[in-house]
């Protein structure tokens, strides 16, 4: 009885290994092609990258923060993108983040995954407000404001209606963006 | 043996008849959680399609050894290994669908549609009709997911398999359509309509 289900639990695992030894290749390079075109879409003018990997402290222990310098055809370096993510309305938001080279002003944002509200939160998505992170001055923080436009230079519109959404970028950003920010001190 | 003609009915009562969704309203967790665009429900009710072929095949060639009290779990290993393949070929091939998906792809492991095929058909029955079966399943699972995944997305983005063909100027999306609310309206009104028809045309 038991060595019925034993030998089918082996035979199972020992299939979905070797598959999946199989198709690891395939799926690590459809997830790099995916980071790739998110660094190049943040960082204009970027052909190349090297990846940074840093490991920081923070509350919930140890946390490893990846950097990625944008290269130019000729090798210099054209600025920094980074991953943040921060609790949205319905889940996390995933984006990519660009950092001009003199580290004042963002070069572009796109967002990776959300699952926010359609037609509402999944707005953050969209051109018309990822676009606005294009310039925007990153000190002394990113701002939002509502129903009007932006006045200040560190200040983006939020979304009519997805209040939320709009505060869970901001705010995951400016987060990330200070742990960024050090990171490329310290190495100088 | 079987004749040719039982076989065939093994296969069409799936697509019709017994069709998992809107007669036995088996695996609704999937029906109405991806059902928010074609393209999506397609990918579902393939995979799934693929998964009760895989299982009931299995199941069918060892339900002699399998002994009575530890079958549910050896289903459930198989049934749980063929999913797992699925899942990783969807996102060595189809990375985009495989996003769209997310977690209910690993969750087809306990869509109650393919247990109920590996329990009440597979496990009694001998290898070919019980492929048979699970195909008519599998296909009228996706037929009816294509339908509502369909109708949602017409109706809520104004497109289908990810084609727009109206644009917000002439139709404003009815947003509510590719929410969770829109998948409990859709798949409730077209139940109901399909049982009021049915019994129309018994009672004359």
Redesign the interface.
């Known amino acids: 009885m038991l060595s019925v289900l034993s030998l089918t639990a082996v035979v199972v695992g020992g299939i979905l290994a070797g598959f999946y030894q199989l198709v690891y290749p395939k799926i690590e390079a459809n997830r790099l092609a995916e980071e790739r075109r998110a660094i190049f879409s943040v960082l204009q003018g970027a052909t190349d990258y090297e990846t940074m990997v840093k490991t920081i402290d923070t509350e919930k222990g140890e946390e490893e923060i990846k950097i990625f310098k944008g290269l130019d055809g000729e090798g210099r370096v054209v600025g920094y993108a980074f991953i943040a993510e921060g609790p949205g309305f319905a889940a996390v938001i995933k984006m990519m983040v660009g950092l001009n080279i003199n580290r004042e002003t963002l070069t572009g944002l796109r967002v990776i995954e959300q699952i926010e509200t359609p037609g509402l939160g999944s707005k953050i998505a969209e051109e018309k407000f990822e676009g606005q992170f294009r310039g925007l001055a990153i000190k002394p923080r990113i701002e939002y404001v509502k129903n009007k436009k932006p006045e200040k230079k560190n200040q983006i519109q939020a979304i009519t209606g997805a209040t939320i959404s709009s505060r869970a970028v901001v705010d995951a950003i400016n987060n990330r963006i200070k742990i960024v920010l050090k990171i490329l001190e310290d190495m100088e | 043996m079987a004749g040719s003609g039982t076989i065939l009915k093994e296969f069409k009562k799936g697509l019709w008849a017994e069709n998992p969704v809107i007669k036995m309203l088996l695996g609704m967790c999937p029906a109405l959680a991806v059902t928010n665009s074609a393209t999506n429900g397609f990918a579902m009710g393939m995979a799934t399609t693929f998964v009760v072929i895989s299982s009931s095949t299995m199941v069918s060639l ?1 339900r002699r ?3 009575r ?2 079958r549910i ?2 289903y459930i ?2 049934i ?2 063929f999913v ?2 699925a899942d ?2 969807l ?3 189809f ?1 985009v669908i495989s ?1 769209a998906l997310g977690p209910y792809v690993p969750l087809i492991v306990v869509n109650c549609l393919i247990m109920g095929r590996a329990e009440f058909f597979a496990s009694r029955h001998p290898l070919f009709p019980a492929i048979m079966d699970a195909l008519g399943m599998g296909l009228g699972f996706t037929g009816v997911l294509v339908v509502l995944g369909g109708i949602r997305e017409i109706l ?1 983005s104004g497109s289908i398999f990810g084609v727009v063909f109206m644009t917000e100027e002439v139709f404003t ?1 009815w ?1 509510v359509m ?2 969770p609310a829109g998948a409990f309206l859709t798949l409730g009104l077209l139940i109901g309509i399909i049982n009021y028809a049915s019994q129309r045309r018994e009672s004359t």
């Open positions: 060892i050894i399998v002994p009290q530890v779990p050896t290993v198989i749980a290994g797992t393949l990783l070929f996102k060595a091939q990375p996003k809520g999306p947003v590719i929410l």
